[in-house]
């Protein structure tokens, strides 16, 4: 038989999205969340697996009033706003369903539910088996023998499905499907801002609807002067509140016979566009699902890797025809590993321990020094010879500590990816691999995965040598994005930005790195000295002044001496008592001649913490100098107030 599954959009998503929260909530490199479609996605496959249905759509609520809005103003007046974090999520589902080719259907004027109950009617009439995902139970009204409603709900951190036809409707209240219209018609729901009777809850109302059936019937039986059990107050609230009860009813009833001109058969499951699925799993970092649907190519991947031709322990012979063909080419396309990668903040401890060097596939690793020293020197010192690489300002700086002056910036792949998109905030070699090559290379590299791992090395004990095997997969990953990379900063004609200014800049930041800022350490920390002395002095003026000592830094205990020891007066109060910050001590200056010293008196904290001991941690002690790392890779934005 066949199967038309339908889904509400907007309850699915909200689901997820609240069921995916806190720390857990998924977000990308760039900060995009996608915990919500994340979820959405798992609550659909898992449905998917097990109805495997012919026909499929997922129905979304729009912005504009519906016709429930015109008939009651207050319709979900109640409700508040959609979250930011799911709003922005909302363009991403429907983005992911479009590139599966599943049908999403939207109707200004109509909720999701309507168009759910029309084509879930429409279906039924053709003999079709339909299911309904909701989490909304007002779907329950549908249930029919061929309409089975599933109620998606999270027991024991895992996500399960309760599913409701006709009978099982019947056995959980007692009541047809459509006799639960009437319920809502007399117990409003707050959800939806339906008033209903005022006083009359689901048990009350489920009573009254299992003897009567209908509000109807209820109030012919009342204006009859019958329906002698409802009485006193329930039957004064019932009189009073028949116009509330029956248009809440009619706000209640989803409309099965909404204007939707889709036909079932356009809704037929088809194959999903394989290749922008893939574009924006990969966008989105939703890797568990590229591998559950094995998106990737994987022999593709595989013979990529198959490309590298590994030249280890080269003999003097091929290093000299090596270096003769990158003098030819004037260029040099490598790679530096070093005993500390990441350290950025403390970059001169770091060693250069080997280098890779890339010509057309053919991958050179040198890990000795005095080899690189000797073959290479020449070509990392000439700058007619263009460097490319990955983050070139750090190995300016390796380098220079082994006496080599690096020349020749040509091309960096992670300010390339900057330039082509400041958005990000990340631009590793993994992270632009999977970005521009469509290549998650943490499977060939990662200690974690040994049992996926695809090594180009392996030692004695048949484990993958990991330097070796990073280097020479980045290297190759960095020959790839180069020609990409810079097709792109050609599209958005930002070529002169990025050799012009940021790849010369790159260069000038590494030299300043690298030279640092010499500090005389001795004049600091006698500077300090006096500070410390004056500090004192300011302590003990301001403790005369306010007749007591306390603690200075304390914004409660200084906040009570100035305003209720001193009753100066309040400028500005916050939730834990009186703010005592720079701009109320401004607006109190000449009410009393202590707040000048305590103003003083933070100058000079600032200054011995941030100048003084603030420095001195960072002074290299072989050099006497602060070295700084200068951020190429980041975006600073200003709101102007």
Known sequence: MSRLVLIDGNSILNRAFYGIMGSNMLKTEDGTYTNAVYGFLAIMFKILDNLQPEYMAVAFDMRAPTFRHKMYTEYKGTRKGMPDELAEQMPLIKEVLRAMNIKIIEKEGYEADDILGT??????????????????????????????????????????????????IKEVYGLEPKELIEVKGLMGDKSDNIPGVSGVGEKTALGIIKKYKTIDKL??????????????????????????????????????????????????????????????FTRLRFNKYIDKFSLRDEKKEVNILEEIKIKDNSSQEELNKLVETIKENKQLIYYLNTSQDGAEEKILK?????????????????????????????????????????????????????????????????????????????????????????????????????????????????????????SCIYIYCINKLYPIMMKFIEEQEELELFKNIEMPTAR??????????????????????????????????????????????STKQLGKILFEDLKLPVQKKNKNGYSTDMDVLEKLKGEHPVIEEILEYRQLVKLNSTYVEGMLPYINKKTNRIHSYFHQTVTATRKDK
């Open 119 to 168: 084509l879930a009617k429409k279906a039924g009439r053709k003999g079709i088996d339909v299911t309904i995902l909701s989490g909304d139970r007002d779907t329950f009204q549908l249930a029919t023998d061929k309409i089975t409603i599933r109620i998606p709900r999270t027991k024991a951190g895992k996500t399960e499905e309760d599913d409701y036809d006709r009978e099982k």
């Open 219 to 280: 109030y012919q039986e009342i204006e009859a002067g019958k329906a002698e059990e409802i009485k006193g107050k329930l039957r004064e609230k019932l009189i009073n509140d028949k116009e509330s009860a029956m248009l809440s009813r009619t706000l209640g009833t989803i409309n099965t016979k909404s204007p939707i001109d889709q036909n079932i058969e356009d809704l037929k499951v088809q194959e999903w566009d394989q290749e922008k699925v893939l574009d924006i």
């Open 350 to 470: 770091k060693n250069l321990s080997s280098m890779s060097v890339i010509i057309n596939n053919d991958v050179y690793y040198i890990d000795n020094i005095a080899t690189i020293k000797k073959y290479f020197q020449e070509i990392l010192e000439d700058k007619n010879i263009k460097k490319i690489g990955y983050k070139l300002k750090q190995d300016y700086i390796i380098l220079r500590e082994n006496d080599i002056n690096l020349d020749g910036f040509e091309f960096d792949a992670e300010i390339a990816g900057y330039i082509i998109d400041s958005i990000k905030n990340k631009y590793d070699i993994e992270t632009l691999a999977l970005r521009y090559l469509n290549l998650e290379i943490s499977r060939y590299i990662n200690q974690e995965n040994k049992q996926e791992q695809l090594t180009l090395f392996q030692d004695e004990n048949n484990g993958s040598k990991l330097e070796k095997n990073k």
């Open 508 to 553: 000038v930041l590494a030299k300043m790195q690298y030279n640092g800022m010499y500090i005389e350490q001795e004049e600091l920390i006698e500077y300090g000295r006096n500070i410390k002395f004056e500090i004192e002095e300011k302590t003990n003026k301001i403790y005369n002044l306010c007749g007591q000592e306390f603690n200075i830094n």
